[in-house]
């Protein structure tokens, strides 16, 4: 089955970074941050046409933006954790957007000449807590067991916290008003409710001329944007430190041992639980050797032997 591919993500459920650099509204947003990354002045918004992959089996990535521009395929994603495997993730999504764009252009894999298509560009929006450098790069074999691999894919990560790649942020006011206003709200939250934290940052910024023109336009939508974000990044953070191991935590195994019970597929559980693939085998892998109890503690101390 194909996969849907739309032009917008105006759900309710996209988060900030999406509203503001993934939909057609706002597309100026989207050719003002891939100048500041490419280092271009690129002005013709009716050139880049978002192909953003809606529900995807593989991975969970909620702020993820995929767009054709310049004989490119442009894949971008916020992250507030780093995580090791964004290049297998990137390379497994920009895998199922080069099946549809030749399914769309109905090109011939099979045909004499080389087929030619869009250069894929990978890059990664960083505004945890935890220090980084301004910039890093990412590479797919990293993950292989052996040298020697055929295929390489790099993930660019910049981190866009206040005070981080000072040239970027100069460059694309828009992602500097995003990093301030996120960076409010985190201020705001050490003395105060979440719910109140980013009412708060909302309003200071708007005062203050930060996403002024967005957040006046767009104001509930940010607000329920940033909410679900920082709740979900404040939960991630506390079951780090009770029942997680390397972004799996016990009720995960809980769930994915039953689908197992059941006799359902890596792929299936993956799709049902909306976690990543990779994830989700590595679980399996282990739990296996505990059917057909499937004893969580143990799944779980074996895991964390592992990692």
């Known amino acids: 089955m194909s996969e849907e591919i739309v032009t917008t993500n105006n759900k309710h459920k996209d988060r900030l970074f999406r509203k503001l650099f993934g939909s057609e509204e706002n597309k100026v947003y989207a050719l003002e941050l891939y100048n500041a990354v ?20 593989y991975m969970k990535m ?59 560009k990978y890059v990664v929006f ?8 301004d910039y890093q790069q990412l590479k797919l074999s990293a993950s292989f067991e052996k040298p020697g691999s055929c295929i390489e894919m790099t993930a ?18 828009v992602l500097s008003d995003y990093s301030e206003l996120i960076a409010r709200v985190r201020t705001n939250a050490e003395s105060m409710d979440v ?20 957040l006046l336009k767009q104001r509930s939508e940010a607000y329920m944007s940033i909410l679900t974000e920082y709740n979900e990044e404040l939960h991630l953070r506390n079951v780090r430190n009770d029942g997680y191991v390397e972004g799996v935590d016990k009720h995960l195994i809980e769930l994915i041992c039953k689908k197992l019970i059941k006799g359902k597929t890596v792929e299936t559980i993956a799709d049902e639980v909306e976690e990543d693939i990779t994830t989700v ?4 892998d282990v739990a296996k050797e505990y059917a057909p109890d499937y004893d969580v503690d143990s799944i779980y101390a074996a895991l964390k032997e592992k990692a």
């Open 62 to 120: 909620k702020n993820d933006v995929s767009f054709l521009f310049q004989a490119e395929i442009n894949l971008w994603e916020h992250q507030s954790t780093i995580n090791k495997n964004m290049p297998l993730r990137g390379f497994l999504y920009l895998s199922k957007l080069y099946s549809s764009y030749i399914e769309l252009k109905g090109l011939d894999l099979y045909q004499k000449d080389v087929l030619k298509l869009p250069t894929p």
């Open 195 to 214: 719910d109140k934290a980013v009412d708060e940052a909302i309003k200071s910024c708007i005062e203050d001329g930060v996403l002024r023109d967005f």
């Open 38 to 57: 490419a280092g271009t002045d690129y002005t013709d918004l009716d050139a880049l046409e978002f192909n953003t992959m809606e529900d995807t089996v």
């Open 126 to 133: 960083y505004n945890g807590n935890d220090a980084q450098p």
């Open 156 to 173: 660019d990560v910049y981190n866009v916290n206040q005070g981080h790649s000072k040239q970027l942020l100069d460059d694309c006011k």
């Open 281 to 284: 085998q590595t679980i399996c």
